[in-house]
């Protein structure tokens, strides 16, 4: 039992309706899978999708298809405190992985007897994280599901999981909405400079407006501006490193590697209708797709060396020399 988020998650994201309806169709026709895999890239919102469906099914009085939010189920739900209902994830401050500890739990509450009407629900989030012994854990669940239970697994990689446990579930793939329809909800929700959060978010709502929510379009802005510099000759590595340091290397390095990104898809593609900073245009055009990939490339390796123990200034001037011509 978990507390749920402050605002209830009664109904489905406006992008989420089609696999919404799959869920209600095959729910109202006594055909729904013992196990759903909600699937997609990160920022689409699978989690509240995963929540909306458990509160479909642990509600006593569904309204239209979605949680009344009223009943004795949605109260105990929105509490935390519903006996029918578990989710599962890795410890906050953890190695982000699942032991077979929980999964052994899970194993208890599946096989117990509900103590109210309905489902014994439990989601799994992200199922990806599972290791060897959980995994095969949790097929032995799979295999043999006990009657009345409905387990909803949430990943953003399913390739990782093993066939054995994808076979067994009934597969919802997930994928960006509509530019469009995404822009309409991010403005909905106030998000600041929308077009350039999603953009950067690869199209996913929601991890668009988490990159707003911290500044990531201004920062984003603010490197192009940067790099241009570099790559012109009109300031050096080591002076604009010192002016990064604050944001440090990680995120600097994220940041950069979305540019690369960026870059790739403008000189792939010179129409593309998509919010882009002022100067990424022009130095799309004076980066050559080759000397890209060595950036690129060279970004993947000091990703991976900036979590080690380097020195931090170091790091991040290494990052604004891949741009420099001299």
């Known amino acids: ?5 402050a605002q209830p998650v009664n109904a489905p994201l406006p992008w989420q309706t089609q696999s919404w309806q799959r869920f209600n169709h095959a729910l109202n026709a006594e055909r ?6 909600l699937s997609g890239p990160m920022g689409l919102g699978k989690r509240a999708l995963a929540k909306a469906m458990a509160a479909r099914l642990l509600c006593e009085k569904p309204d239209s298809e979605r949680a009344c939010g009223e009943c004795r189920g949605c109260q105990l739900r929105r509490a935390g405190s519903h006996p029918d209902y578990t989710l599962i994830e890795p410890e906050a401050n953890g190695s982000g992985i699942l032991t077979i500890e929980p999964i052994r739990a899970l194993t208890t509450f599946a096989q117990r007897t509900s103590q109210y009407p309905g489902y014994r629900v439990a989601v799994l989030a992200p199922a990806e994280a599972l290791n060897r012994n959980a995994a095969n854990a949790l097929l032995k669940t799979l295999e043999e599901p006990p009657a009345g239970v409905m387990l909803i697994l949430v990943s953003d990689r399913p390739g990782l999981l093993p066939a054995t446990i994808r076979s067994r579930t009934q597969h919802l793939r997930l994928s960006p909405p509509p530019r469009a329809q995404a822009l309409a909800w991010l403005n909905e929700q106030s998000v600041a400079a929308p077009e350039l959060a999603l953009t950067l ?5 929601l991890a668009a407006q988490a990159l707003a929510a911290a500044g990531g379009p201004d920062q984003f802005s603010a490197l192009v501006t ?12 080591v002076a604009v490193a010192t002016d990064w340091q604050a944001i440090g290397a990680q995120a600097t390095t994220e940041l950069m590697q979305r540019l690369t990104l960026l870059i790739a898809r403008q000189q792939a593609d010179t129409s593309a209708h998509e919010s882009l900073p002022a100067g990424l245009e022009p130095l799309a055009a004076a980066t050559p797709p080759k000397r890209l990939e060595k950036i690129a490339q060279r970004l993947v ?10 020195n931090r200034e170091l790091s991040i001037e290494a990052l604004f020399l891949l741009w420099s011509r001299a």
């Open 1 to 5: 039992m978990v507390a749920e988020d």
């Open 32 to 37: 729904s899978a013992h196990a759903l895999l």
């Open 201 to 205: 978010a690869g199209g996913a709502p």
């Open 226 to 237: 940067a790099v241009s510099a570099v790559a012109r000759g009109k300031a050096s590595a």
């Open 301 to 310: 390796q000091l990703r991976a060396a900036s979590s080690q123990a380097l």
